[in-house]
C-alpha cells in the first residue's frame, strides 16, 4: 500500500498563548479522532507535526494514523518560519520515499502550515530551496490564523493560501473537520488521478486569499512579555492587548498607543528551547501598559517585577528577591512616576 504523507507545520509562537494555542491542540485531537473514522485515511494516512517559534522541532515523526498520538504542543519566542521550512524540508527528505525504478514511491505529500505572525527570521534562503527542489512535488497548503499579516510571504510559498477568520470554538472545529475532509479528499483521489483535491471551502470561517490588498502594514495588536517565576523557575508569558483608539470610560481615558492586560500564561520548561533568544530586542514602555498579573506558578501577587538584567520575575511584594535568570539579588519598592524600559516579545 502507498503512503499519504501528511505533514503538519504548526506555528506555536507566544502570539499564539491562550485560546489559538488550546484551540489547536484539541483541534490536533479531533482531527486524529475524526480522520480514524475513515476506511480510506486509515489505510493510507501517515501524519507528521513539525512546530516551529524561535526553533523548529519534530514534535511526531511521520507515522500511520492508527498509531499517531497527538503530541503536546509546545511555546516558544519568535516566528522562525525559514528555520520551521528548512526542518520540514528534512524531514520529508528523510522519510518520504521517492518513486524509483524498482519501486513506487509514496504519494505526493501535502503540508498544512499553519501560522499568525510576519517572520522574524530570514526566510529568503528557505523559500527559495523549497520553489526549487519541493514546490513541484508537494502541496502546501498555508492557512494564515492571525491578522492577514502573514499573508504576503505565504502567497510567495504557494498558491493555496487561505484565511481562517475562527471567533469561538465552534468556528475552529468547522475548520479542523475541512481539514479533515481535504485530507480524507485526498485519500480517495490519490489513487485514482493523483490530483490535488481540497475539501470545498466553508467561506463563513475560511477565505481563498487571491490579492495582497489587505495584507500588509498591519500594526502590532499584542504585548507579550515573557517572566520567569521565581520560587518555580518555570516561564509564563504576559498578554497585553491594543486598546481601541477610542475607548473611553469614566476611569480612565487612553491615549493611542495603550495596552490592557488580558492574561498571563503558565508554560512548560520547554519554552526556552522552542525560543530565539535575539528575539527580545524590541522594548515597549511600560507606561503603555494597563494592569498587571500575578503568577500564574506559584500564587505571588506580583507578576511583573523587572530585575536590573531585564528579566521579568514574581514577587511577594516589597524587599530582596532572587532573579531566576542572573542569579542576583534585588530589592523592590514600589515604583512610581514614568514607565520604564521592558524587552518584548515578537510572537
Ligand atoms: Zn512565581
Ligand atoms: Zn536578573
Same mark, same amino acid.
Given at each position: ?107 505526493r505529500p ?23 527542489e519541493f514546490a513541484s512535488s508537494v *502541496?502546501? /497548503? ?12 505565504? !502567497?510567495? @510559498? %504557494?498558491?493555496? $493560501? ?99 492586560? *488580558?492574561? /498571563? ?12 533568544? !535575539?528575539? @527580545? %530586542?524590541?522594548? $515597549? ?63
Amino acid at each position: 500500500m502507498r503512503r499519504l504523507p501528511i505533514f503538519l507545520l504548526l506555528d506555536v509562537s507566544e502570539s499564539m498563548a491562550g485560546e489559538c494555542h488550546r484551540q489547536m491542540q484539541q483541534g490536533l485531537e479531533r482531527l486524529t479522532k475524526n480522520l480514524r473514522t475513515d476506511p480510506h485515511a486509515l489505510e493510507t494516512v501517515y501524519l507528521s507535526v513539525v512546530a516551529f517559534a524561535g526553533q523548529a522541532k519534530t514534535l511526531a515523526p511521520l507515522t500511520e494514523l492508527a498509531f499517531f498520538y497527538p503530541p503536546r504542543l509546545p511555546i516558544g519566542a519568535g516566528t522562525s518560519l525559514g528555520v520551521g521550512l528548512t526542518h520540514l524540508m528534512q524531514e520529508i527528505n528523510a522519510n518520504v520515499q521517492k518513486t524509483t525504478a524498482q519501486r513506487k514511491g509514496d504519494w505526493r505529500p501535502i503540508v498544512y502550515l499553519m501560522t499568525d505572525g510576519k517572520p522574524t527570521d530570514n526566510i529568503e534562503g528557505a523559500l527559495a530551496r523549497w520553489q526549487k527542489e519541493f514546490a513541484s512535488s508537494v *502541496t502546501l /497548503v498555508a492557512i494564515d490564523i492571525g491578522k492577514h499579516a502573514a499573508i504576503d510571504t505565504l !502567497r510567495r @510559498l %504557494t498558491d493555496h $493560501v487561505l484565511h481562517l477568520d475562527a471567533s469561538d470554538d465552534a468556528d475552529f472545529r468547522k475548520f479542523i473537520d475541512w481539514v479533515t475532509q481535504s485530507v480524507v479528499a485526498q485519500s480517495r483521489s490519490v489513487a485514482s488521478t493523483g490530483q490535488v483535491n481540497l475539501a470545498k471551502v466553508d467561506t463563513d470561517i475560511l477565505t481563498l486569499v487571491n490579492n495582497l490588498a489587505q495584507a500588509n502594514s498591519l500594526d502590532e495588536d499584542f504585548v507579550i512579555l515573557p517572566g520567569r517565576c521565581q520560587k518555580t523557575q518555570l516561564p509564563y508569558l504576559i498578554k497585553y492587548e491594543k486598546a481601541l483608539p477610542n475607548f473611553e470610560n469614566s476611569n480612565v481615558k487612553m491615549s493611542a498607543e495603550q495596552y490592557y492586560l *488580558t492574561g /498571563v500564561f503558565p508554560l512548560e520548561p520547554d519554552y526556552f528551547e522552542f525560543s530565539d533568544t !535575539r528575539c @527580545l %530586542t524590541r522594548t $515597549v514602555n511600560t507606561a503603555a501598559l494597563l494592569g498587571a498579573p500575578g503568577c500564574p506558578h506559584c500564587g505571588n501577587p506580583y507578576g511583573f517585577a523587572v530585575c536590573r538584567c531585564g528579566q521579568i520575575m514574581c514577587i511577594k511584594g516589597d524587599g530582596p528577591a532572587i532573579c531566576p535568570s542572573c542569579k542576583t539579588q534585588c530589592n523592590f519598592s514600589q515604583g512610581e512616576g514614568a514607565g520604564f524600559d521592558v524587552a518584548r516579545g515578537r510572537g
